[in-house]
């Protein structure tokens, strides 16, 4: 039964894990760029001492976050589609009811649910686990100068909050589609919310 559950939700898996690596990808760089200028320009200090000359050095290394920094409210969308891609396969069975099947093949009910969820559940997890990593890391220089409610959804991308985000879809995705028991309009009305 796990190897079915984990063989029906390899491809959402791996393009979680695409995802993933392509925010490595994206973040590691621009991370390590950011915290060596943090470093090498003295921002810590310019922070404690508060001096006017230290004006142009804040300036400067906001403009350094750039592009991403700005990006950061996109980012926090991520969670909520790794949730929902996940949540699909589950749909899937659920809408053309072959669900029923694995049921007469000596699979009880509860065995079949509390598989299939806990696959997606774990998945998840490690999906967001991932992601609220690169991002707390990221973020670390930012967070030093601008704190975590800087206004660029750090917040909403740091510690335990895209684990959160990402069990939500995937339960909102997953009750919608309960009850729908359609799988497109599910996952779309899991997304907006």
Known sequence: MIWLSWRQQRTEAVITAALVALLAALLIPAGLHLAS?????????????????????????????GILRSLMPWFTLL?????????????????????RLAWTQSVTRGRWITTRFSIAVATSLAAGGLLALLFTWYRVPLDKVYGRFDGSSGFDVEGIVPLGYVLFALALALAVGVAWRRTAPAVVTAFLA
């Open 37 to 65: 200028f943090y470093h090498h320009d003295a921002v810590a200090h310019c922070i404690h001492h508060k001096s006017p000359a230290c004006g142009q050095t804040l300036s400067d290394f906001g403009g350094r976050a």
């Open 79 to 99: 969670p909520a589609l790794i949730g929902v891609a996940l949540a699909a396969p589950i749909l899937l069975d659920l809408e053309s009811g072959t669900f």
